[in-house]
C-alpha cells in the first residue's frame, strides 16, 4: 500500500510568516500534486512535480520535490489571510488506461491577520 | 467553460438506505472519478470510469458502487449505509491521458 504521510497536521501562524509544509511518500510515483482546498469546495491543483529535484515557483509558493522523488515540500513566504486552507499533497498512479490519486491527510493552515 | 457540477450538493439519509449521487464532468472530460472524504481517513480514491467501463477501483466494499453514462456523465450508488458512511463525495474529470484532474464542489451525505 502506497502512503503519503503530511506534516505538519495543523498550522497556525501570523500574517508575514513563513511556513512549509511536508510530504512524503513511502514509494514513487508517477509524479506528486499539490492542491488547495477551501471549505464546502473540492480541491484545486497549485502544481505537478514530476523530475526528481524539481522546484517550481507560483508567486509566493515554492515546491520542491526531492531527488529520489520520495518527499516534497511547499513553502509560503509572507503568509496572507488569503493563504487559509487545507493544503493537500496527493501521489498520480497513471499507466495501463488507469489514473488514482493517493492523497495525503492534509496539512490545515489558518493565516491570522 | 462550466466546470464539474455535483448534485445534490447536501443530503441527509438514514441507516439501512441507499444513495445515489450524480456528477457531470467538464465538456471534453471522459474520464470520472470519485472520491469519499472523512477527517479521519482524509481523501480516499474510490473509482475510475470512462467510456463506460470502470477502469480502477480503491479499497472500499462492494456496497459502492458507480456507473457512467455514454454523455460521460456518472453516477455513484451507496446501498445499505452505515453512519461510517457519513462523508463528503467528492467527483473529479479528466482528459483521458491527462495528469490534471479538476474537482467538483462534493456532495455533503451524512447518515443519521
Known amino acids: 500500500t502506497q502512503l503519503l504521510e503530511q506534516s505538519p497536521q495543523f498550522l497556525s501562524i501570523q500574517e508575514g510568516e513563513n511556513l512549509t509544509v511536508y510530504c512524503n511518500s513511502s514509494s514513487v510515483f508517477s509524479s506528486l500534486q499539490w492542491y488547495r482546498q477551501e471549505p464546502g469546495e473540492g480541491p484545486v491543483l497549485l502544481v505537478t512535480v514530476v523530475t526528481g529535484g524539481e522546484v517550481k515557483k507560483l508567486k509566493r509558493l515554492t515546491f520542491q520535490f526531492g531527488d529520489a522523488r520520495k518527499d516534497s515540500s511547499l513553502h509560503i513566504t509572507a503568509a496572507q489571510p488569503g493563504d487559509t486552507g487545507l493544503y493537500l499533497c496527493a501521489g498520480v498512479s497513471s499507466g495501463a488506461g488507469s489514473y488514482q490519486l493517493t492523497f495525503g491527510k492534509g496539512t490545515k493552515l489558518s493565516v491570522i491577520p | 467553460k462550466a466546470g464539474v457540477t455535483q448534485t445534490p450538493r447536501y443530503l441527509i439519509k438514514t441507516r439501512g438506505q441507499q444513495v445515489t449521487l450524480s456528477c457531470s464532468p467538464i465538456s471534453g472530460h471522459r474520464s470520472v472519478s470519485w472520491y469519499q472524504q472523512t477527517p479521519g481517513q482524509g481523501l480516499q480514491f474510490l473509482f475510475e470510469y470512462f467510456s463506460e467501463t470502470q477502469r480502477n477501483k480503491g479499497n472500499f466494499p462492494g456496497r459502492f458502487s458507480g456507473r457512467q453514462f455514454s454523455n460521460s456523465r456518472s453516477e455513484m450508488n451507496v446501498s445499505t449505509l452505515e453512519l461510517g458512511d457519513s462523508a463528503l463525495y467528492l467527483c473529479?474529470?479528466?482528459?483521458?491521458?491527462?495528469?490534471?484532474?479538476?474537482f467538483g464542489p462534493g456532495t455533503r451525505l451524512t447518515v443519521l
Open positions: 473529479a474529470s479528466r482528459v483521458v491521458g491527462a495528469d490534471t484532474q479538476y
